[in-house]
């Protein structure tokens, strides 16, 4: 059976009735608990935002959630506030099987910078260790679901990718924020055409 599972950001927030909810975030939960116990490790990303994180729409100006601002000289999506370090919106799904997590990484926790892989920052200026974790293993081959599909699930497969890590996309664990129509399918034809090996959770069990 694979090694990794890759857990990316199920939490309060991104589920419905959360602040930045993903549309049918929840129906991954019962997926995730599936896999959990199939997988010798078992890692999962955590959105953790200061207060004053600069992604947050409230910190600037006449700006509203999904405007596009400024954050350290770039373009930056400006966010309703969300997964906020400590708050119950920043906690993993109280339906989640959390016992069978081994590790957890934060990120996002740079009030500068945003960070939607769950191995750097948006700059590339620090990474959250989860490469070095995947190496003292020995692993080579991650698979990856979770929340949302055109957001943090994207730019972590893209980064998985770009460390030499083989991916697999399990594609109906994955939601899609879809700020845009067509964003989501286009992150998964994007996480495809990179390299990433697109299945159901079936398939992983069979």
Same mark, same amino acid.
């Given at each position: 059976? /694979?090694d990794? =599972?890759?857990?990316v950001?199920?939490?309060? $927030?991104f589920? /419905?009735?959360?602040a =930045?909810?993903v /549309?049918g975030g929840?129906?991954?939960v019962p ?8 997988f $010798?490790?078992v ?6 935002h /200061?207060a004053?994180?600069?992604?947050f729409?409230?910190?600037h ?10 954050l ?6 400006l966010w309703?506030?969300h997964?906020?370090?400590?708050t119950?919106?920043?906690?993993f ?7 069978g997590?081994?590790?957890v990484v934060?990120k996002?926790d740079?009030? #500068?910078l945003?960070s939607?892989?769950?191995f750097y920052?948006?700059h590339?200026?620090?990474a959250?260790? =989860?490469?070095?974790?995947l190496?003292? #293993?020995?692993? #080579?081959h991650?698979?990856?679901?979770? =929340?949302?599909?055109d957001?943090c ?5 893209l980064d998985a990718l770009?460390e030499g ?6 594609v109906?664990?994955?939601r899609g924020v879809?700020m845009?129509p067509?964003?989501?399918e286009a992150?998964?034809q994007a996480? #495809?055409v990179?390299g ?5 959770h079936?398939m992983?069990?069979s």
């Amino acid at each position: 059976m /694979p090694d990794t =599972l890759l857990l990316v950001d199920i939490q309060h $927030d991104f589920l /419905p009735g959360g602040a =930045l909810a993903v /549309p049918g975030g929840d129906a991954i939960v019962p997926i995730a608990n599936a896999l959990i116990p199939a997988f $010798d490790h078992v890692v999962a990303s955590q959105d953790w935002h /200061p207060a004053d994180h600069g992604s947050f729409a409230e910190h600037h100006a006449g700006a509203s959630a999904f405007d596009i601002g400024k954050l350290a000289g770039r373009e930056q999506i400006l966010w309703p506030t969300h997964c906020v370090q400590g708050t119950a919106g920043a906690a993993f799904a109280s339906d989640l099987d959390i016992a069978g997590i081994h590790a957890v990484v934060r990120k996002g926790d740079n009030p #500068r910078l945003d960070s939607y892989s769950a191995f750097y920052d948006n700059h590339h200026e620090r990474a959250t260790g =989860l490469t070095e974790r995947l190496a003292a #293993r020995g692993t #080579r081959h991650v698979h990856v679901m979770g =929340l949302a599909a055109d957001v943090c699930v994207k730019y972590t497969v893209l980064d998985a990718l770009a460390e030499g890590l083989a991916v697999t996309l399990i594609v109906d664990g994955i939601r899609g924020v879809d700020m845009a129509p067509g964003d989501t399918e286009a992150a998964i034809q994007a996480m #495809r055409v990179a390299g990433a090996v697109v299945v159901t959770h079936d398939m992983v069990l069979s």
